[in-house]
């Protein structure tokens, strides 16, 4: 009996830090999975070595950006692979990939291909800026093109049910939290020494890329009102708000308190050095930091937009916020700082909710998504 083919599409960046396990998986269970990425952050190679041995990797000549005319060159690389394959499914991800790749999958789908694409958060969501909303009806049309949608978070899919044409719409629990990454960790004692956070000090982490969607201004601007030198901040990522919130953290005169560590790979032991997580972010699908932050124990302060109120429940497993609230950031941290027990507390709840997480039962959830998707 012939395996069952599945492309995969999406960035080279959505591939290495999303996808890899339910690629491998979906290998490891039957499937003949080929992938296909577009190259956003030269993470191709790293999505070669960490596929399973056998599957094919290939490039596609698309961009980030929507209006570059390149992106025609992408559209024919998705149309010559699809068409010379013959998949029985393909699994498109991202706004831009997802647009080229079902537009390309018109013809295979009439000869019997199916086609899943999943939407890691709309762009647009309750309070979001006007000019996000341009993507809604692109949304609205592309979604005749697949025979299901699956989006990862509840806000998405009431949306979807009311205004998509796609036939079947399910909801997984985002793409899934890695446990395996939090065994044999750095001590904690160990951590802090190395980042020069003393046991009395409190450490406040971020991850997230220094970009405006990440919104770490106001969390900045809410630590350095605080005016506690016990109290650290610290963040992981890089990008284009780099110098503009270096600048910003010297104007407040927070320099000892406020710290950016830059790109890491060692991101569970820097949670596990922490006693806060923070995510202030503008738009968010679900949150997977914030989700890793849990599986450490840590209480959440957060916004309170579009995927997050699906696991932040308010004074249960952390606060939410107005995304630009810098006082109510303040104040909510300040119920942490200030009592113990409370983190604690939250911190044991966490632990026990972020398990329907766990991306071993997302795997599951997706391949039988898929199976029923392909009739098996």
């Known amino acids: ?24 998986y979906l290998d490891a ?10 190259v956003v952050g030269n993470r191709l190679d790293d999505v070669r070595k960490a596929v399973n041995s056998g ?3 290939r490039t596609v000549r698309l961009v980030r950006n929507p209006l570059k005319p390149g992106n025609l060159k992408g559209y024919k690389d998705l149309k010559k692979i699809i068409s010379e394959e013959h998949y029985d499914l393909i699994w498109t991800n991202e706004p831009v990939m997802g647009v080229m790749t079902r537009l390309a999958a018109r013809k295979a789908r009439k000869a019997g291909t199916k ?24 949304e609205v049309f592309m979604s005749r093109f697949n025979d299901v949608l699956v989006t990862i978070n509840w806000e998405d899919f009431h949306w979807a049910k009311k205004h998509l044409h796609t036939k079947t719409i399910e909801h997984i629990d985002g793409i899934g939290v890695d446990f395996s990454k939090r065994v044999s ?7 802090r020494n190395e980042f020069g956070v003393s046991e009395d000090d409190l450490l406040v982490l971020s991850v997230g890329e220094l970009q405006k969607r990440k919104n770490h201004e106001p969390m900045i601007k809410a630590v350095a009102a605080l005016n506690d030198p016990h109290v650290k901040y610290y963040i992981c990522g890089r990008g284009e708000l780099n110098e503009y919130l270096h ?22 032991d820097v949670m ?27 209480p959440l302060v957060t916004s309170n937009v ?27 941290l300040q119920r942490l700082i200030f009592d113990p027990s409370l983190r604690e507390r939250i911190g044991k709840v966490n632990l026990d909710r972020v398990k329907k997480y766990d991306v071993a039962v997302i795997e599951r959830t997706l391949y039988e998504i898929f199976r029923r998707l392909m009739g098996e």
Not at 310 to 329: K, R
């Open 1 to 24: 009996m012939n395996k069952k083919k599945i492309l995969v599409t999406a960035t080279d960046l959505m591939t290495i830090q999303f996808l890899i396990p339910h690629i491998n």
């Open 29 to 38: 269970n039957g499937y003949e999975v080929s992938v296909a990425c577009s």
């Open 55 to 57: 599957i094919s990797v």
């Open 115 to 138: 086609v899943l694409y999943i939407a890691h958060g709309f762009h647009f969501y309750k309070g979001a800026p006007k000019i996000n909303w341009l993507a809604c009806p692109i």
């Open 185 to 191: 960790l750095t001590p904690r004692e160990e951590k």
């Open 247 to 268: 600048d910003l953290v010297e104007k407040l005169g927070a320099e000892d308190r406020i710290r950016f560590l830059g790109y890491r790979k060692d991101i569970p």
């Open 272 to 298: 596990n050095a922490a006693d806060i997580y923070a995510h202030p972010s503008r738009r968010e699908g679900l949150g997977l930091a914030s989700l890793e932050a849990m599986a450490a124990g840590l």
């Open 306 to 332: 579009q995927g997050i109120p699906d696991y932040v429940e308010n004074g249960v497993t952390g606060f939410m916020c107005d995304p630009m609230d810098v006082e109510a950031y303040k104040e909510n």
